[in-house]
């Protein structure tokens, strides 16, 4: 009779990361609204971007890739005890990024994002130390302001938007951008609140268990989606009365045609929030960054 063992089975823990592993705790999908936001604080400057490509391009990898990405690989490896519950597939908890790789990661790409960040001017440097803070405020210990509802998805509803947004408009300007580029930027950035609301929902159970008080998890999904629905829309509203306020009007009305999209697409979320939730996180969501743009095109040539 022959003794056989179960070694052959057992994988031997990874010394190093999985190439493609390293992309998925980047997450590429979350690169856009940075990079989005930045490009319309370029334009919202009304300055023409053929003389200023270097910045612009640079400007926009470090908002994505860079910024968010390594955003994203902090907020994963503090998350990890909650991935472990929600998501055990995702890389670190899986085990395809072993070990302390996640935290170094982070680490590495903060510095990366820093030493970027002095090529756009003290503009472009201080807004990236702002943007680098923020990342690690909002998941690391003990700070780890994402453990609010509220504190936690302002802050990245601002770090998406609002901040590169100003720093796009700051870097293309070499100054201070204008009060009205810099009053839209933070209304988008409010409104993102909601957005980052929404996204929690994906994460309801294991915030639960493990403490984070998203609003899904202290009101309820369908109360935590009224209130992002409310939070998204009346910034926008704002926007719309200040493009008209600022002889914008086609702007204003281009942009009250795609809110009313979106509270469309509201009333199919209410419907079931926590089911709903990713559907509108594409479909409202494309409606509100298709706002943010025409509303970047209206701010051009207006002064402080």
């Not at 391009?57 to 910024?67: C, S």
């Not at 998406?160 to 839209?184: D, H, K, Q, R």
């Not at 409104?191 to 994460?203: E, P, S």
């Not at 009346?234 to 204003?252: A, K």
């Amino acid at each position: 009779m022959s003794v056989t063992t179960d070694t052959h089975t057992r994988q031997t823990p990874r010394a190093f990361p999985e190439p493609r592993a390293v992309l998925t705790l980047l997450k590429p999908i979350t690169w856009f609204p940075p990079m989005w936001a930045y490009l319309c604080g370029a334009i919202s400057t009304g300055m023409a971007t053929s003389g200023h490509w270097l910045g612009l391009a640079l400007g926009i990898i470090l908002a994505g890739p860079i910024v968010c990405g390594m955003s994203q690989a902090a907020n994963d490896w503090c998350d990890r005890h909650v991935d472990a519950i929600n998501e055990p597939y995702r890389p670190i908890p899986s085990g395809r990024i072993p070990g302390k790789w996640g935290l170094w990661i982070a680490i590495l790409m903060s510095g990366a994002a820093a030493i970027i960040g002095l090529a756009l001017g003290p503009w472009g440097f201080g807004a990236t130390l702002v943007a680098i803070a923020a990342a690690w405020a909002y998941s690391a210990e003990p700070v780890r302001l994402k453990r609010s509802g509220i504190l936690g998805p302002g802050l990245v509803g601002l770090s998406y938007e609002s901040l590169p947004w100003f720093t796009g408009a700051a870097v293309l300007s070499a100054g201070a951008p204008s009060w009205p580029i810099v009053i839209t930027a933070l209304l988008y950035g409010i409104g993102a609140h909601g957005i980052m609301t929404l996204n929690d929902f994906k994460a309801l159970e294991g915030d639960r268990q493990m403490g984070v008080n998203s609003l899904p998890v202290t009101l309820g999904p369908r109360r935590a989606a009224l209130v992002a629905a409310w939070v998204m829309a009346i910034p926008q509203f704002i926007v719309i009365l200040l493009m008209f306020h600022w002889d914008r009007p086609w702007f204003g009305f281009f942009i009250t045609a795609s809110l009313l999209a979106q509270i469309a697409a509201m009333q199919v979320l209410m419907q079931n929030p926590k089911e709903r939730a990713p559907w509108y996180n594409a479909t409202g969501v494309s409606l509100y960054v298709s706002g943010m743009m025409i509303a970047a095109f209206g701010l051009r040539g207006l002064g402080g």
